[in-house]
């Protein structure tokens, strides 16, 4: 009987999945906070990775410590951010006029960016971050140069900052604090691909978070720590109150501040620090827009270049083969027959 090549027939013997091995003594341990509470996290930036988008941006914070267990499931939790810029871009026939830039942000999980799978719809969570980032770039784009137009934003998270500690790789619950540095990411890598796009912007913006971290019970009330660039993971169960901003340095506004939980007497300290947290992102904003740009302006020679020399070249050519027809012609004539 020929068997059907139309189909994908299954292998002839029966298979079964892998299982993974762990060692036997590897228990799982909660990763602790070691960096200082002023110190944040090392951050990685870099302009123009889709060279199909307008501009386009890869953000990242890397775990900072190496998982010592022989688990597999990571017990440190880290941020992927990637974000493609498409606009500006003229509006349809049918749209109503708008004097300005309408820029709409689209804010998405990746199914596989968290240890709880997420699906392929949007959630309320990825909704209100979607309209917590609008607001904070409406205050940065110069929406007056570009009438008439639209600008669409979208950020794929490939990885999340996880709400709290998975033992083993069981489900991880937490009070959602791991969205407010998704936040902050946002901002980040959308101010970078705006800039990658050559859209006119005020300012850079950048985002920084803070939180009041629970140390203890003193006089019959709860004492806070503020710390910068909080990790769940690290701060399981101890976090009170948290803190993101979106700050203009150069001007010294913040276009955007959310702050959840119960920050008590440490409110203005809270803000602070996260103003804190984004000056300190901004100096690595700076210099990847610096980088992008100067990446952008070398392939712009490179190209010229070429162009020039392929233009000498033709021309070249072009002189040399009038001579060659009229050495021929010369030939010809000469030439008895």
């Not at 930036?45 to 499931?73: D, H, K, M, N, W």
């Not at 009170?240 to 920050?263: F, H, I, N, P």
Request: proline share 7%; charged share 25%.
């Amino acid at each position: 009987m020929q068997s059907d090549r139309r189909r994908l027939n299954p292998p002839p013997g029966g298979t079964a999945p892998p299982v993974f091995a762990t060692v036997p003594d590897a228990k799982p341990q909660r990763p602790t906070r070691t960096r200082k509470p002023d110190e944040h996290r090392k951050l990685f930036l870099r302009t123009g990775i889709v060279p199909s988008a307008s501009g386009s941006a890869y953000y990242e914070i890397p775990p900072q410590q190496q998982q010592q267990t022989g688990l597999l499931v990571p017990q440190r939790s880290s941020l992927k951010i990637t974000c493609t810029v498409h606009g500006p871009r003229p509006l349809p026939r049918n749209a109503a006029f708008s004097p300005n830039l309408l820029l709409s942000a689209h804010v998405k999980f990746a199914p596989f960016a968290t240890h709880n799978r997420r699906g392929y719809v949007r959630d309320a969570s990825e909704r209100d971050l979607g309209a917590h980032l609008e607001t904070a770039l409406r205050g940065v784009v110069i929406g007056e140069r570009f009438p008439k137009s639209g600008c669409e934003v979208v950020l794929t998270i490939l990885d999340g900052e996880e709400d709290g500690w998975g033992a083993g790789g069981t489900e991880v619950k937490g009070g959602g604090w791991g969205i407010m540095t998704v936040l902050a990411g946002c901002i980040t890598a959308a101010s970078a691909a705006l800039v990658d796009a050559g859209i006119d912007c005020v300012d850079l913006i950048s985002g920084g978070v803070a939180a009041v971290k629970y140390a203890g019970r003193h006089g019959g009330q709860e004492d806070g720590v503020v710390v910068l660039d909080p990790a769940p993971s690290e701060h399981d169960g101890e976090i009170m109150a948290a803190c993101v901003v979106g700050y203009l340095q150069s001007r010294d506004e913040v276009t955007e501040m959310w702050m959840k939980g119960d920050a008590g007497t440490q409110v203005q300290t809270l803000i602070d620090e996260a103003v804190k947290a984004a000056s300190l992102v901004r100096a690595v904003l700076a210099e990847a827009v610096k980088d992008g740009v100067q990446a952008k302006v070398g392939e712009a020679e490179d190209e010229a270049a070429m162009a020039g020399s392929a233009k000498e070249g033709k021309g070249k050519r072009r002189c040399s083969g009038i001579y060659e027809a009229g050495h021929l012609d010369d030939l010809l004539v000469r030439t008895p027959f």
